[in-house]
């Protein structure tokens, strides 16, 4: 009795053998690294801008008139962005050259105008990222050279650079490793400034403030 219980173990483990080699051995996949948002960056964007001069006379017979302004923009910008986790810190400066202007006609028949000739920021940005895809928010100190005009059969204009504020929110994709491309929303608020002009036109502040939407891209070194 005890011969054949040995010789049914043994038998039992020989057909066993053939069982566990039949079943291969599943590998479990790596999951893939995410995308690291940390590094510097530089690049062009291009967009439309659009707002409101609020132009109030300061001499003479006080008086206040508000062109429209809109136009397009094209420019470029540097940035350093590092990531903790999911959360992404950073800042970020950009210039642009504008053609962001309009025009106003008076009660008087005078033509008053604002250009936005140019204009720029240095900003912190903060962001939440999701692998290759970031949205964040930004904001900061924006300059811009801004023209006054007048045309009432004779003319003048005077630019000077104003500086403000600007806030905004954004969307990143990086396509590569190495290249990102995004959209961005801002609203920039250039502050008021003080233009003395010779006679026979009249002294006046002018504030500006302006939408802008752009398209963006990158290059990660």
């Not at 692998?131 to 003319?155: M, N």
């Amino acid at each position: 009795m005890r011969r054949l219980m040995v010789a049914s173990a043994g038998f039992l483990a020989v057909l066993a053998v053939p069982a566990f080699a039949a079943d291969p051995t599943v590998d479990v996949p790596m999951t893939a690294p995410g995308f690291d948002w940390t590094g510097y960056y530089a690049g062009l964007q291009a967009g439309y801008g659009w707002g409101q001069s609020d132009i109030s006379v300061t001499e003479g017979a006080p008086f206040s008139i508000a062109p429209d302004i809109d136009g397009g923009f094209v420019g470029g910008h540097v940035a350093g962005l590092w990531q903790f986790d999911q959360a992404v810190l950073g800042a970020e400066a950009d210039l642009n050259y504008s053609s962001v202007g309009g025009t106003t006609v008076s009660a008087l028949g005078s033509t008053f105008g604002t250009d936005i000739k140019w204009f720029g920021s240095v900003n912190a940005k903060a962001g939440y990222a999701m692998d290759r895809l970031l949205v964040y928010g930004i904001g900061g100190v924006a300059f811009a050279g801004i023209e006054t005009s007048q045309v009432a059969g004779p003319a003048f204009d005077s630019t000077r650079t104003n500086v403000g504020w600007t806030v905004g929110a954004g969307i990143d994709y990086a396509l590569t490793d190495k290249f990102v491309v995004g959209a961005q929303y801002r609203y920039y608020d250039f502050g008021s400034e003080h233009y003395e002009v010779a006679e026979p036109f009249n002294d006046r502040d002018q504030n500006v403030k302006l939408n802008a939407v752009g398209i963006n891209l990158s290059y990660k070194f």
